[in-house]
């Protein structure tokens, strides 16, 4: 538990994290918060004023965390292999925290508390397709395409529904493959 004197907002967030990673997004309640952070839940509004604007804050954190991730795993790669290293660490961050994922709506960017860091998230993922050439409509066009295909396959892998014995990766190399040869044509 933290203690009273010592909650500030990012220590609310990092709570509501943690519920959010054991319970999922419908198990983050300004209340559950409190708990975990030893205050009466009045004493939440000090730092956050209601529970939307706590799961926007949630959001934002996600969102930082997936930019970093993505980050990562590009950083100093270009071409087919920035693509291919950002695609499996998308994979990977979904199938490893699918409840967090979960806590980042459709549509960050409209969004008043979320929309800058999904702007960051979104520019990794413009810079990473830059070495095709693609700018404007068709660096939106190739990003959802992206997006598309990675949100859907691993947001499927993580709730289990792929039940036939063949490999994932497998399934997911073709499709990055397929991606690849996509961004190729467009070049």
Do not use: C
Not at 1 to 8: P, S
């Amino acid at each position: 538990m933290v203690a009273r004197n010592r909650l500030t907002p990012a220590k609310v967030v990092d709570a509501a994290l943690d519920l959010v990673d054991e319970h999922g997004v419908e198990g983050l309640t300004l209340a559950a918060v409190a708990t975990r952070t030893g205050v009466a839940a009045p004493s939440l509004y000090k730092h956050v004023a209601s529970l939307a604007e706590l799961r926007a804050h949630v959001g934002v954190r996600v969102l930082e965390n997936m930019t970093e991730w993505f980050t990562d795993a590009v950083l100093g790669l270009s071409g087919d292999e920035a693509v291919t290293a950002l695609m499996h660490a998308y994979r990977a961050y979904v199938v490893r925290h699918p409840k967090r994922y979960s806590a980042v709506p459709v549509d960050p960017l409209h969004d008043e508390i979320q929309g800058a860091a999904g702007r960051k998230l979104m520019e990794v993922m413009f810079a990473t397709l830059r070495g095709y050439g693609l700018e404007g409509s068709e660096a939106v066009h190739a990003t959802r395409r992206l997006r598309v295909i990675v949100h859907g396959f691993a947001s499927i892998e993580a709730e289990g529904g792929f039940g036939l014995p063949e490999g994932l990766d497998d399934t997911y190399d073709q499709l990055i493959r397929m991606y690849l040869d996509d961004l190729r044509g467009k070049s």
